[in-house]
């Protein structure tokens, strides 16, 4: 965890922060190791605490050995946070802009100018400073990763197994979702989606109570988490005979899924990986169809950073890991989408998902 404070801290350094207040609940646990669900961190150059209340304190002392507790009590969260700048003597704290709240920004800020005085240190909004560090994973990182899509492919091919025609979406959504609990998940990344026939052309759609029917097309978009990291993993099946139209446009989509992959590495922006898949969607024809990004980065959260989308400016970097997840969603008809996770090296990638397309 020292390496992540410090990495923190040299970014402070060059805004001129002389404390940072981090919220956000992937970055809290990121830099300090702590899993509860509420609480803060207040990092300086030379310090660190991490403010949470009675039903944590114990927990920080397991998890969060680089860090000071500091006890919430009562409802004095804002003015801990106050008691902890006046005695760094910050005038300059960083906020995770955002995700704090408009009425808890105001609450600091009330907590910060006692009696209508002179405010004792200045809110500064930052954007991405801890994101940007965890968009780059170290080996722990990566190992964790892996574990989590290792037992995605174990769970997609179970749950292919048990589908049947006649079962609804729910119905097959759970067969998955249970494997993957009842083998190591800690939970699911996300709610599986199980979409078939032209549910499938909605790239988020929710599983229902819709039966699943022999010969159509359905999606499953699933992920599991493995001690906080998570996977991401889509497939498009038929069971049964697949017709000539279902046959064109998976071979569209799995050749722009293939060229991403091909192109994939540390240098471009990651709206030039999108585009390599794009054309090939849109010189086939269906690029109206074909309306959200290429990919995103995965790991604490299921979406974070890079992103690889049409606005995706950030060059990528090795050690990033990121879905390449084109797709063509036909209205009323159905949808395909092929979906892995990589990691990004110097020259080129190397694909954890491993799971039958």
């Known amino acids: 965890m020292n390496a992540r404070l410090s990495a923190l801290r040299q970014k402070m350094a060059e805004q001129k922060l002389d404390a940072m207040l981090v919220t956000q609940a992937e970055n809290r646990r990121y830099l300090s190791g702590f899993t509860g669900s509420a609480g803060y961190l207040f990092i300086t150059a030379t310090q660190a605490h991490l403010a949470t209340d009675s039903r944590y304190w114990e927990q920080v002392g397991q998890q969060a050995a680089d860090f000071a507790l500091a006890k919430i009590e009562a409802s004095k969260s804002s003015q801990l946070f106050a008691d902890l700048v006046r005695a760094a003597g910050a005038t300059r704290v960083g ?3 955002g995700d704090l709240t408009v009425a808890t920004y105001r609450e600091l800020q009330k907590a910060l100018r006692p009696d209508r005085a002179r405010a004792i240190a200045r809110l500064v909004p930052t954007k991405g400073l801890v994101e940007g560090l965890r968009a780059i994973k ?3 990182e990566l190992a964790l990763i892996e574990q989590a899509v290792a037992l995605g492919d174990a769970a997609f091919a179970y749950g292919v197994q048990r589908l049947q025609p006649g079962m609804t979406e729910k119905q097959a959504a759970w067969e998955i979702e249970r494997y993957l609990r009842e083998h190591g998940a800690e ?3 996300f709610e599986l989606i199980v979409a078939s026939g032209p549910n499938g052309a909605m790239p988020h759609a929710r599983p229902s ?3 699943i029917q022999a010969g159509e097309p359905i999606v499953i978009d ?6 906080g990291y998570n996977s991401d993993l889509t497939r498009t099946i038929i069971l049964g005979e697949p017709g000539a139209k279902f046959r064109e446009v998976y071979a569209i989509v799995l050749q722009a899924q293939l060229a991403a992959e091909a192109a994939l590495r540390a240098g471009p922006k990651g709206k030039e990986i999108d585009a390599v898949a794009r054309q090939i969607i849109v010189e086939a024809g269906y690029g109206d169809y074909f309306g959200h990004g290429l990919g995103h980065g995965v790991g604490l959260a299921v979406h974070e950073e890079p992103g690889l989308g049409k606005l995706g400016e950030k060059p990528l ?3 990033m890991v990121c879905t390449i997840e084109p797709g063509i969603y036909l ?3 159905f949808g395909v989408r092929i979906e ?5 090296t110097a020259d080129g990638c190397r694909v954890l998902t491993k799971a039958q397309k």
């Open 187 to 189: 939970g699911v990344a």
């Open 317 to 319: 970097q090795p050690n």
């Open 138 to 140: 170290d080996a722990s």
């Open 222 to 227: 699933m992920g599991c988490r493995v001690d």
């Open 340 to 344: 892995d996770m990589a990691v990004v």
């Open 331 to 333: 209205p009323g008809e």
């Open 209 to 211: 109570e819709r039966l």
């Open 95 to 97: 906020y995770e802009a």
